[in-house]
């Protein structure tokens, strides 16, 4: 079992920053595929970044504004925002799976997914 918490979601204005963090416990947490997802009212949950392997991928939204590691040691993910847009308000997800790649994880059924954490609300303001 694998749980998994979101932390460092919260307001801020279009053009900021904000650092999603993902703590993971229970088994090893280097062998699972890691990655982020987001849900806006009224919309299906996104695909944002995934890391597995030393790999890390992408959903076309968030290229070069968003990125994504991981600490093994520290069992920790993280997305770094950058320049924000009203548009990337939404609850963010982190998730893992032991069966999927990083790019495995932009194309796999959200179901099918193993574990979600709760997620954290970010707000952009214009």
């Known amino acids: 079992q694998v749980q998994l918490v979101e932390s460092g979601g919260g307001s801020v204005q279009a053009g900021g920053s904000l650092r999603l963090s993902c703590a993971a416990s229970g088994r090893t947490f280097s062998g699972y595929a890691m990655g982020w997802f987001r849900q806006a009212p009224g919309k299906e949950r996104e695909f944002l970044a995934a890391i597995s392997g030393g790999s890390t991928y992408y959903g076309d939204s968030v290229k070069g504004r968003f990125t994504s590691s991981r600490d093994n040691a520290k069992k920790t993910l993280y997305l770094q925002m950058s320049s924000l847009k009203p548009e990337d308000t939404a609850v963010y997800y982190c998730?893992?799976?032991?069966?999927?790649?990083?790019?495995?994880?932009?194309?796999?059924?959200?179901?099918?997914?193993?574990?979600w954490g709760q997620g954290t609300q970010v707000t952009v303001s214009s």
């Open positions: 998730a893992a799976d032991r069966w999927t790649t990083a790019q495995g994880m932009a194309l796999t059924t959200l179901g099918q997914i193993d574990y």
